[in-house]
Structures are given as C-alpha cells and as structure tokens.
C-alpha cells in the first residue's frame, strides 16, 4: 500500500470516531420531596445547573421527586438514586449523631443554625455519614418549623394537649410532642395530605416554606408562628457516585453543592418573609403571638432527657455559638 492510500485509508478509518461526540455523559439522580418551584426544588436545580456547567457537560444531573424522605435515603444507600436532598426527619434513624440539630429550641435564628452547619459541629456530624455508608455533602435547610391544625387557634402550651400531629419520623420530635401532650403520629410526608383531609390526624408541624409550597392551607385553617425547632435538611449522597469523581470534579461537585445551598436558604428566607401575609391571603388564620417561654418550659422533662441521651457538651458548644 503506497503512502497516501495508508493515509486515506486512515481518515477513512478515523472519521466515524471524529463524528462521535466527544465524551459520553454521566448521569447524576437527585430526588428531593418537594415541588420544581420550592426552597428544596431550587436547591436541587440549582445543583443541577451548577455542576452542567461546571463540567462542561459532562455529566447531566436528573432531578426527581420523592415525598417518601426515609425511602430517599435507602435509595441512596443502596445506590439506586445518586443523591437526596432531605430533611433531617428520617436521618437520625441512619447518623445519629444528626439528631442533635432536631432538638426544639436549640437555635435562636437563622444566622445561629447555618453558622453552626457549616462551621465545625455541622462539619463533624457530617463526617460521621461515611460510617454509614453515606457521604453527606452539606447542609441546606427547610427553616423553623411553625405548628398548623383544623381545630382551634393555638397560643400556649395547653391549646396543643390532645391534638392528634403529624411529626416527622423522628423520635426527637415524637418526644417533644409527647411532652406537651399531644398525640404525636409519625408519618412519611407523603401520607400527610391523606391524613389532614381525612381527619386522621389535627394538625402538623412545617417550615411556611413548606406549608406555602404544598398549599397545607387548603387543609389546615390556623397556624401559629411556633418556631418551636430549626428544620435543616441535608445533601446525602451515595459514597460510590463520590468516590468515582477524580479530585477535580468532587470540587466542582462541592462548588455546585455551595450554589444550591445559597440559592436554597435565600428562598427560605424569601419565603419565610412573605408567608405570615401570603397565607392569611390564602384564608389562614395566622396567630403571631406565642408564649414561647412556655413552650419551652413546658418541654423541661425532655430537654433533660436529651441532655442524657444526646451528647450534651455538643449541645452547649451549639447553645454558645456566637457569630464572629
Ligand atoms: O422536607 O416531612 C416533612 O415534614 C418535611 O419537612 C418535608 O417533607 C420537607
């Protein structure tokens, strides 16, 4: 074969590869439990976005919903789903180290709790995910979780005694619930809807972020700005979707993780501002004013039972937390 019939023949060759694209994509799932247009939702778009761009396009991140938050974290666990972005209300049954961040009272605002999350308690805990078999990758939020129910305007310790709530799947909310009298029955937010309208349970306790999102008003009439616990929620992942990234992209993985977190807590914020308003538009009966002295009062017996079942120097270090 001369010279240049090797060559052509090499071009020939070579083209059906050059026409190829350049790279296959990698796929990335993410379910999160709450609507595209949510604190959660744009959380998870934004991660999405982020880490497309980031990588050029080399992977594409599909966003799915799951309003079965225990369910998403056994997903991830097993590796059927990439990642999640959860509340904590089922985590604590996987890390329960997690469980320290669901006790009521614990953060005075905003600023206490994401200072706390990101600052060296919030790394350690995330730290102790590995062991099992989980990366959590940061924290983002759902915010203060506020009381709702179908009976009566609650404003102190006593209006809740005897209300059927819905709690989370946690044994530290149950707890606080027990301890004010109420009638504490866990359930997957995907059954929450269900159990209003049916009259299975009173009431329920989210985040205004929530509540506006799933449109809780149509099946609550009052709400009360309890803020009774700080609601995060965490970006688990599968430690094996982590550990195939090469160091360059676990960065732009954690950069894009970092947008979501921003753009998540902004829209709380934004929510949370405007939602005292949007559901009193929306029919709601809105009760501002709060003993919350005696809430917290009320709920001593389990403070001091989290002291002993919780590590209770971490708690201190979290009630101490100043901001710099
Ligand atoms: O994470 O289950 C709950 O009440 C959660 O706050 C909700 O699904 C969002």
Known sequence: ?????????????????????????????????????????VGASTFGQAFERLTNGRYKVVIQRNDNEREMVES?????????????????????????????????DATHARGVLDGETGQQVLARFPARGLVGVIWIENGFRNLTNSRH???????????????????????????LGALPTPMAFSELVPALQQGTVDGQENP????????????????????????????ICNPQTVGRLNAADRALFQQA????????????????????AELRRRGMTVVTEVDTAAFQAALAPAFA?????????????????QPN
């Open 1 to 41: 074969m001369t010279l240049t019939r090797r060559l052509a023949l090499a071009a020939v060759l070579a083209a059906p590869l050059a026409a190829a694209p350049a790279m296959a994509q990698t796929q990335i799932t993410v379910q999160h439990a709450l609507p595209a247009n949510s604190h959660t939702g």
């Open 76 to 108: 991830v666990q097993i590796g059927t789903i990439d990642c999640t972005f959860t509340s904590t209300g089922p985590v604590g049954n996987f890390v329960p180290e997690v469980r320290l961040f669901d006790v009521p009272f614990l953060f005075r």
């Open 153 to 179: 305007e609650v404003r102190t310790p006593a209006d809740v005694r005897g209300l059927k709530i819905r709690t989370m799947e946690n044994q530290v909310h149950m707890r606080a619930f027990t301890t």
């Open 208 to 235: 205004i972020s929530v509540i506006v999102a799933n449109n809780l008003n149509q099946v609550q009439r009052y709400m009360t700005m309890t803020r009774h616990v700080y609601s995060p929620q965490v970006m």
């Open 257 to 276: 993780a970092v947008e979501a977190q921003t753009a998540n807590r902004a829209r709380v914020t934004a929510d949370d501002d405007a939602g005292v």
């Open 305 to 321: 039972e989290w002291e002993r079942t919780l590590d209770a120097a971490t708690l201190r270090r979290i009630r101490d937390w």
